[in-house]
């Protein structure tokens, strides 16, 4: 007996309409860095497992889908490892590839590879597909599609104000009305550990206070405790969880806490010089806050950080991003600067059917069909389809004159606008006859006007 046919937990099929909303999110995010000069690139699905582990943190590593290796390449595992429960180790003896976590690590790697072929500052976006061993939920898949901007090679803050603005234009066009970008730097929590004597704990610090939405003060302060924190840089740690008021008055705030930190003070500095900036330019409808727990937890972060929440939908972060000046290090390129962000698709779109903001005409995968009455009324059919879709107009040409009924249920099964009912004394008249599918009027004119409405 053959099985049921299923899905891997976490990924998912796209029906035709499915895909015309997931590409209207593409395409206009698309269009935005189109307009901010980034050029599009592509990188493998695969890479391999050096290239992943290690960047992302210890979490971040946990969820890496591993490749396992094939052929003769399976008697080389390490069953000692296995013994002695080097878990680690024995994985590595037996995958040597994996999908990758992220768009970001691969594209560091691309431009180590690729540094004679480019121009710098370097601007890339990239539209793919990433992969995560979590745990499904609402909003959270093991396959899902990134949306990255990045830009190497230069370390003005100029690029921070741009993607700030993308944020902004991005979310706008796609309807979005109450959203939040919010801001921190990484020197400023580098600064605070400094100041609490934790300098060497900082990512312990940063990936605990990162949680402070999700499980609150205590369950943070717990985190601390756990990862080895002292109970003195708790307590300097703690006036941090309630810092409120605008944004000038908590960078007022930080600036007195982080008086005797050098590097705490310097990102205070950028992240001044970027508010100030945008409040000059203004934004459409985002809100730019300081946050000053936000962390995001990945290792590689060395100045702005970036997270995109809306408040008209429950769901967590649809986008993120930050600066990360050693990432190309690790792949033997110092000196190369680099700063990002990464709209998350997938939450997007969910965003959006919930609030129904996706437009009518996405769904649509023709605008236009020609009933089919027979023969010769489909030849005729077909040289008018052609001129339809030479001058720009989707549209499609019913395969076999079926009962009308059916053919008319196949339209409206599929979202068309506009039925073609052509047959011999239209032919003979040299007229169309079109039903508008939306109000159910019919009219009849010549060729030539019924394409001028149909496109105006």
């Not at 052609?386 to 009924?405: F, H, I, N, T, W």
Request: with cysteine; charged share 25%; glycine share 8%.
């Amino acid at each position: 007996m053959s099985s049921k046919p299923a899905l891997a937990k976490g990924t998912r099929d796209y029906l035709p309409t499915t895909m015309a909303k997931r590409n209207y999110i593409y395409n206009t995010i698309k269009a935005v860095y189109h307009k901010y000069g980034f050029a599009q690139i592509e990188t493998p699905a695969m890479e391999l497992s050096q290239t992943l582990l290690g960047k992302y943190g210890e979490e971040g590593d946990r969820l890496i889908f591993r490749i396992l290796n094939s052929g003769e390449k399976v008697s080389k595992a390490d069953l000692t490892a296995l013994e002695e429960k080097n878990y680690a180790r024995f994985s590595n003896s037996v995958s040597e590839k994996a999908l990758r976590y992220d768009l970001t690590v691969p594209f560091a790697r691309f431009v180590v590879q690729h540094q004679n072929d480019l121009t710098f500052p370097f601007k890339r976006y990239q539209i793919q597909p990433v992969w995560r061993a979590d745990r499904p939920q609402k909003g959270r898949y093991r396959e899902f599609y990134q949306c990255d901007a990045d830009v190497v090679g230069s370390d003005s803050l100029v690029y921070e104000i741009e993607l700030v603005q993308i944020f902004d234009e991005v979310l706008s066009a796609l309807g979005m009305k109450d959203f939040a970008i919010k801001i921190n730097n990484r020197k400023i929590l580098s600064g605070i550990a400094e100041v609490c004597g934790e300098q060497d704990k900082i990512v312990e610090i940063t990936v605990a206070i990162d949680k402070l939405d999700k499980i609150g003060k205590e369950g943070v302060v717990k985190e601390l405790v756990d990862r080895g924190i002292s109970q003195d840089a708790i307590d300097k740690i703690d006036p941090l969880f309630t810092l409120d008021g605008t944004n000038v008055e908590k960078l007022k705030t930080l600036k007195d806490y982080l008086a005797d930190s050098e590097i705490g003070l310097k990102g205070v500095e950028e992240l001044e010089f970027v508010l100030n900036q945008i409040e000059e330019l203004g934004l459409e409808k985002a809100k730019l806050e300081f946050e000053v727990t936000l962390a995001r937890g990945l290792n590689y972060y060395t100045g702005a950080i970036f997270e995109v929440v809306t408040n008209e939908v429950k769901m967590g972060s649809i986008c993120g991003g930050g600066r990360y000046d050693d990432l190309t290090s690790l792949f033997g390129l110092k000196g190369m600067s680099g700063v990002g962000i990464s709209f998350g698709a997938d939450r997007i779109f969910d965003v959006l059917e919930e609030l129904d903001l996706f437009p009518e005409s996405v769904t649509a995968s023709a605008e236009v069909m020609f009933i089919n009455f027979g023969d010769s009324e489909q030849a005729h059919c077909l040289k008018l389809a052609k001129q339809l879709r030479d001058s720009g107009v989707s549209c499609e040409v019913y395969p076999s004159s079926a009962k009308m009924q059916k053919q008319m249920k196949y339209a409206n099964a599929k979202g068309i606008s506009y039925v073609l009912l052509i047959g011999s004394k239209e032919i003979e008249e040299g007229i169309v006859t079109y039903k508008n599918m939306v109000t159910g009027d019919q009219s009849s004119a010549s060729f030539e006007d019924f394409l001028n409405t149909i496109k105006g």
